[in-house]
């Protein structure tokens, strides 16, 4: 493949781009991702590589050279077109100062693609929690769509009917972000860290201002019991971020947000929703997993969890890399970490 700094024009129409990729289009591809992260320390690279965009995020490490992450990405469809890019994207990354380049490709996680990518990668420190997710098919009609549902979900739903739960998309606005937020740190307290409000209202901002993000609520009467915000490019979404009040008189107000979303999303032209983060699908019935509740609501909207194969890196100067790899990354997230509490990726 021929890689290639984009045009002007061809940034100016990325999203676009993004979601002709051949994986679909992955929302952290996306400009808006671009701009989020070149706030926090990220310098973006916009690459064409043939007809694929990609979104590189690049760090100046020092003695070490530069680091390019390739967060969800890059958008390819199979190993074979991984390792085409890589073929020509490990030298141009090397002529460009780079030491490794660390990808996350959405290909499903199997021993085939395993055995393919270990031919011409390395495998990886990961650097999100996980790389598991439950997509729903969303085209069916909707009273059809919920019907698919299993019974405990469906049964939810009813509940959360009964009990006058509302759900409302809300204006992009301080006040709707200071909301969410709210709920979000009490849905993470002592079970997940959560990054400081800043960050989350950027990303908020920046995705519904641009017309590829949507926040909606759910209401027991006028008290906020569930919220989610929706990133969409073209006929796919993404629940990213999601709340849930800890105590709530009425059950079901985040099963019946999902299904009021996705009649949201359909009226937009959206196909396919991913709800965003699940167990492997090999713990999903192991009540002992971190993710288990999590897992246990998505799959009553599809009960298939897609596993995808994590991190792997290039590594275009060798040295660099080996001393990367075999402790420096692992200094630098920790400082990090202890200092902003949030995640250096």
Known sequence: MAIRTATSDEIASWDTLVAANPDGGEFLQMREFADIKQAHGWKPVYLMADDIALLVLEKRIPLLGRLWYIQRGPGIATANQLKKLSESLAPYAAKHGVFMVKCEPNLEDTEVTRKALTTFMQRGADAQPTYSTVWVDIRAPFDTLEQSFNSKTRYNIRQARKGDITVKEMPTTDSTYETFYHLFTETA????????????????????????????????????????????????????????????SVRGAPALLVLETIRALQSRGVTDYDLCGAPRSEYAKDPNHSLYGIGTFKTGFSEHITDYVGTYTLNTRPLAARLWTKGIEKVVRRLYFMRHKQGWY
């Open 189 to 248: 307290t002592d079970r997940f860290v959560i990054r400081p409000y800043e960050y989350y209202r950027l990303f908020w901002d920046t995705y519904c201002q641009s017309g590829h993000g949507a926040i909606f609520f759910a209401y027991e009467q006028d008290q906020i019991v569930a919220a989610d915000f929706v990133m969409i490019n073209g006929t796919r979404a993404s629940r990213k971020d999601a709340g849930s009040a800890r105590s709530k």
